[in-house]
């Protein structure tokens, strides 16, 4: 139901004129204006945007599928001049795809909208990405502009933790400690988000001392497929804590409010790494650009922060539920194109047994 | 040296054709550093495992069926030969994630009916799933080539005192050899390259690596890996060419009648194939959509997949019937036929992507339809070939001889002699290529013209979306679309029947 709500509302955003009077529509959405970022402007409504007209073809890299899609739907409904083309893979997938096209001479992508900044690195690097204009990456803040992409929304690394035995302060703050910490813990090895992880732990510790944390871990981890089955593992009680993105906790417990887990985090380290989803323009052009801003608005990003539980990233816009602030925690600086470099990575989880 | 068979320069367009992905395969591919470590060996062994249990499996169920559903005058015949053919049409990775959400602690059967089920899972899980969606290959291979068996020679060995049961094992079975392992080949192709189904039930094999790799942006490494599946590929190859076939005279099929009892107490022998396959997952899939509701679904995507999937079908055969003939005519003929096969172990999205740098070459083309349907015909080629080669090998060559030297020339021999007799192969081949480009999904999402959805896709993105009451709607609608297509292909096959031998069968 609201994400129905969702689409009608953007698309008659215009027409329903001030913001606050729209059915389902956030009231929390500019809460966090507060004076300490006063240097930054607010994001922009849908309706200060140009409307999109012409033909524009979208390379959707999935994952968190469902939720891009009502997205797009509202953009669609909102502009009819539009004539959106959608092209939709797996994130990889269409990443090589870009690169194929780019030696080929072919430009059939106008613009890449992937879940995982690793993906956005590997067309970066071919060259293939266009530069933004400053008033569109200065909507972000300061730590994620980018010359070439735009992240859209993060993702903050997090140990979550059985509440009925444990509490936050009985985690480590140093997540290289967290295997000597004697916690029973669960991880999802084969994950993207964590092999990101591990290339962040690996840029900012060093090979060695990585290698030795994978195979201290390995000793007494105990592996899931994915990490919402991490997190779903430690509710339950077979570990005492895991390994995973923030956001699936609070979808959980957004299910299920009692549930008997909560988040704790590192501090300045790759174990509360914040990582994005991003989007880059392959082809020049106004079209590309200003379809971009789009999902830079206040509108757009607060339903992902609401629905999908993600961390929006430009200034104005209330992050989701049960996350502490951003400005509480403290990630480690990296340029995130960097994670795309996954290869020595994997040879170190090989290495370590663990992949 | 002697002329070419005529067959051979076709049959060499065609190879070289299917050899193109390949190539580029190589040229992805970085150079190899360390190609047998120790977890490599166990992931070796697994797949080989998966693939010698799932082939074995595969002949287990096909042979009998394919006995059954060829001779057997069974009520509504023609039905459970399309139920039993049907679970092709279902991708392999629906069942292996229905039957993993029914089976089990907690799954739906205990859910609805409360019954405690053994869960499927691991190494038998995969085995138990790949063997349900491929065992197919085999019943319809081998069904084509018992059609093909002239029953006079049963009826001798009947005449000189051989029990039936003896006769079929002895007398009808090393006939159909060839058949059989080619049908095995296809099943084993197929579960070499899946990688969804081992994903699901937890089993680690050489996909799952490749996808590993190409996930995190190691394409080389990908491609390299798949060249290395490539060599077990050839090796599965070069064993089913060692199975020599027997040239078969044209004649009347055995027909069989069962007693009154003995026809529901067969049907009851397959049910539970029927039952797992087919009636489970859309079950499965009946119950999601009541639970979640649809919505969103365009009759469009059907039309769509059946195009694209038609087109494949017609094509492929077109393509493979010079390499069959080819694969008679002399060794080399055989060698380009065995080169056809390549592309049908490669995993779906490595070969997508080969593709993808392949349709590059010629922009116009690139992301229409036209390549789409080159894609899935490089893709599953072999199944064409594979059908009609066992049709063609059954072909009593002295029949070509003889009208030769009644004075036809080769091009009417081919229409009027050869074509007419292989048509059950080429009914079957078009089936097979019909149903796998169905449910194709990693080289349709890359290859596409852009927003072109068919059913495999819209399931896909309502899969991953986690809608899965909308994931039930192209789910039913994919097997019932390749249950029609399967039944109007059987259908045609029988007036190929009436037209082989219409003058003593009226």
């Keep these: 139901m609201r994400r129905r709500h969702f689409i009608g509302a953007l698309a008659t955003a215009g027409a329903a004129g001030a913001l606050g009077g729209i059915p389902g529509?956030?009231?929390?959405?500019?809460?966090?204006?507060?004076?300490?970022?006063?240097?930054?402007?607010?994001?922009?409504?849908?309706e200060s945007l140009p409307s999109l007209e012409g033909k524009l073809t979208l390379y959707l890299g999935t994952g968190e599928g469902g939720l891009y899609e009502n997205v797009l739907k509202a953009i669609e409904k909102r502009n009819p001049g539009l004539e959106l083309g959608i092209r939709r893979g797996p994130t990889a997938a269409l990443a090589n795809a870009?690169?194929?096209?780019?030696?080929?001479?072919?430009?059939?992508?106008?613009?890449?909208?992937?879940?995982?900044?690793?993906?956005?690195?590997?067309?970066?690097?071919?060259?293939?990405?266009?530069?933004?204009?400053?008033?569109?990456?200065?909507?972000?803040?300061?730590?994620?502009?980018?010359?070439?992409?735009?992240?859209?929304?993060?993702?903050?690394?997090?140990?979550?933790?059985?509440?009925?035995?444990?509490?936050?302060?009985?985690?480590?703050?140093?997540?290289?400690?967290?295997?000597?910490?004697?916690?029973?813990?669960?991880?999802?090895?084969?994950?993207?988000?964590?092999?990101?992880?591990?290339?962040?732990?690996?840029?900012?510790?060093?090979?060695?001392?990585?290698?030795?944390?994978?195979?201290?871990?390995?000793?007494?981890?105990?592996?899931?497929?994915?990490?919402?089955?991490?997190?779903?593992?430690?509710?339950?009680?077979?570990?005492?804590?895991?390994?995973?993105?923030?956001?699936?906790?609070?979808?959980?417990?957004?299910?299920?409010?009692?549930?008997?887990?909560?988040?704790?985090?590192?501090?300045?380290?790759?174990?509360?790494?914040?990582?994005?989803?991003?989007?880059?323009?392959?082809?020049?052009?106004?079209?590309?650009?200003?379809?971009?801003?789009?999902?830079?608005?206040?509108?757009?990003?607060?339903?992902?922060?609401?629905?999908?539980?993600?961390?929006?990233?430009?200034?104005?816009?209330?992050?989701?539920?049960?996350?502490?602030?951003?400005?509480?925690?403290?990630?480690?600086?990296?340029?995130?194109?960097?994670?795309?470099?996954?290869?020595?990575?994997?040879?170190?989880?090989?290495?370590?047994?663990?992949? | 040296m002697n002329r070419w068979p005529g067959s051979y320069v076709p049959a060499l367009v065609v190879a070289v054709l299917a050899v193109l992905p390949v190539v580029v395969l190589f040229g992805l591919a970085e150079s190899p550093e360390s190609l047998l470590e120790a977890r490599n060996l166990r992931l070796l062994l697994n797949t080989l495992l998966l693939t010698g249990l799932t082939a074995l499996g595969a002949i287990a169920i096909g042979v009998p069926l394919a006995l059954l559903t060829a001779f057997v005058r069974l009520p509504w015949n023609r039905l459970w030969l399309v139920l039993l053919a049907a679970p092709l049409a279902m991708p392999s990775y629906l069942g292996a994630f229905t039957l993993h959400a029914a089976f089990g602690m907690g799954g739906e059967l205990e859910n609805v009916l409360g019954l405690q089920t053994p869960s499927v899972f691991g190494l038998w899980g995969a085995t138990l799933v790949m063997t349900l969606y491929t065992y197919p290959f085999v019943l319809l291979t081998t069904r084509a080539a018992l059609l093909g068996q002239d029953a006079s020679l049963v009826a001798a060995a009947r005449t000189l005192g051989m029990p039936l049961a003896a006769c079929l094992w002895r007398v009808v079975l090393p006939r159909a050899a060839t058949a059989v392992a080619a049908g095995a080949l296809l099943s084993a192709l197929y579960t070499l390259s899946d990688f969804g189904t081992p994903a699901i039930m937890g089993v680690d094999t050489f996909?799952?690596?490749?996808?590993?790799?190409?996930?995190?942006?190691?394409?080389?490494?990908?491609?390299?890996?798949?060249?290395?599946?490539?060599?077990?590929?050839?090796?599965?190859?070069?064993?089913?060419?060692?199975?020599?076939?027997?040239?078969?005279?044209?004649?009347?099929?055995?027909?069989?009648?069962?007693?009154?009892?003995?026809?529901?107490?067969?049907?009851?022998?397959?049910?539970?194939?029927?039952?797992?396959?087919?009636?489970?997952?859309?079950?499965?899939?009946?119950?999601?959509?009541?639970?979640?509701?649809?919505?969103?679904?365009?009759?469009?995507?059907?039309?769509?997949?059946?195009?694209?999937?038609?087109?494949?079908?017609?094509?492929?055969?077109?393509?493979?019937?010079?390499?069959?003939?080819?694969?008679?005519?002399?060794?080399?003929?055989r060698l380009m036929e065995r080169v056809t096969f390549l592309g049908f172990g490669v995993p779906g999205i490595v070969m997508g992507t080969a593709l993808v740098y392949l349709g590059l070459q010629l922009p116009p083309l690139y992301q229409t339809l036209a390549l789409l349907v080159l894609a899935y015909v490089l893709r599953f080629l072999p199944l064409a070939v594979?059908?009609?080669?066992?049709?063609?090998?059954?072909?009593?060559?002295?029949?070509?001889?003889?009208?030769?030297?009644?004075?036809?020339?080769?091009?009417?021999?081919?229409f009027r002699v050869t074509l007419p007799l292989t048509r059950r192969g080429v009914i079957a081949g078009a089936a097979l290529v019909f149903l796998e480009a169905m449910r194709e999904l990693p080289a349709t999402l890359l290859l596409a013209p852009t927003g072109f959805e068919t059913l495999a896709t819209y399931l896909w993105r309502m899969y991953e979306a986690g809608y899965f009451g909308r994931a039930a709607?192209?789910?039913?609608?994919?097997?019932?679309?390749?249950?029609?297509?399967?039944?109007?292909?059987?259908?045609?096959?029988?007036?190929?029947?009436?037209?082989l031998s219409g003058d003593n069968r009226s």
Aim: hydrophobic share 50%; charged share 20%.
């Design chain 1, 98 to 355: 870009i690169v194929a096209e780019g030696q080929a001479g072919v430009r059939r992508a106008d613009v890449f909208w992937a879940v995982d900044s690793g993906a956005i690195g590997l067309v970066n690097e071919a060259g293939l990405a266009q530069p933004l204009p400053g008033d569109l990456t200065g909507l972000l803040d300061p730590v994620f502009r980018y010359e070439r992409w735009a992240p859209i929304t993060g993702r903050v690394r997090s140990v979550p933790f059985h509440t009925g035995r444990f509490s936050a302060k009985d985690v480590p703050t140093d997540i290289m400690a967290l295997p000597e910490s004697g916690l029973r813990l669960g991880w999802a090895p084969a994950y993207a988000a964590f092999q990101s992880f591990v290339t962040a732990m690996r840029l900012l510790e060093g090979e060695e001392r990585t290698a030795a944390w994978l195979q201290a871990m390995a000793r007494n981890a105990r592996g899931y497929a994915g990490e919402l089955g991490v997190v779903m593992g430690v509710e339950r009680g077979e570990v005492d804590a895991g390994l995973a993105n923030h956001y699936y906790t609070l979808r959980l417990k957004a299910g299920k409010p009692d549930a008997a887990v909560d988040m704790a985090f590192t501090r300045g380290d790759a174990g509360c790494l914040v990582n994005a989803s991003g989007v880059l323009a392959v082809n020049e052009g106004e079209l590309a650009v200003n379809f971009i801003r789009y999902l830079l608005t206040r509108e757009v990003q607060s339903y992902l922060a609401r629905e999908a539980a993600e961390i929006p990233l430009v200034h104005g816009v209330a992050p989701p539920d049960g996350l502490p602030p951003l400005s509480s925690l403290s990630p480690p600086e990296l340029d995130l194109t960097r994670l795309a470099d996954l290869r020595p990575t994997l040879d170190l989880m090989r290495d370590a047994g663990v992949l």
């Design chain 2, 207 to 333: 996909t799952r690596m490749i996808y590993v790799e190409y996930n995190a942006f190691g394409l080389g490494r990908a491609a390299l890996l798949s060249l290395q599946l490539l060599a077990i590929v050839g090796l599965v190859l070069f064993l089913e060419s060692r199975v020599a076939a027997t040239p078969e005279r044209p004649g009347r099929a055995l027909v069989l009648w069962p007693r009154a009892w003995q026809a529901p107490a067969l049907l009851l022998a397959i049910s539970p194939v029927i039952l797992l396959a087919l009636v489970l997952p859309l079950a499965v899939f009946f119950l999601w959509l009541v639970r979640d509701g649809a919505g969103g679904f365009e009759p469009a995507f059907a039309w769509n997949s059946a195009l694209a999937s038609g087109l494949a079908a017609l094509a492929a055969v077109v393509l493979a019937l010079p390499v069959a003939l080819a694969a008679r005519a002399g060794r080399f003929g």
């Design chain 2, 473 to 499: 709607v192209p789910g039913l609608l994919l097997v019932l679309l390749s249950g029609l297509g399967l039944a109007v292909m059987l259908g045609g096959e029988r007036r190929a029947e009436f037209g």
């Design chain 1, 25 to 46: 529509w956030p009231v929390h959405a500019s809460e966090t204006g507060g004076a300490a970022k006063a240097t930054l402007a607010d994001a922009p409504s849908v």
């Design chain 2, 386 to 414: 594979g059908s009609i080669r066992s049709s063609v090998e059954s072909l009593d060559s002295g029949l070509a001889r003889a009208a030769r030297v009644l004075g036809a020339g080769p091009r009417e021999v081919f």
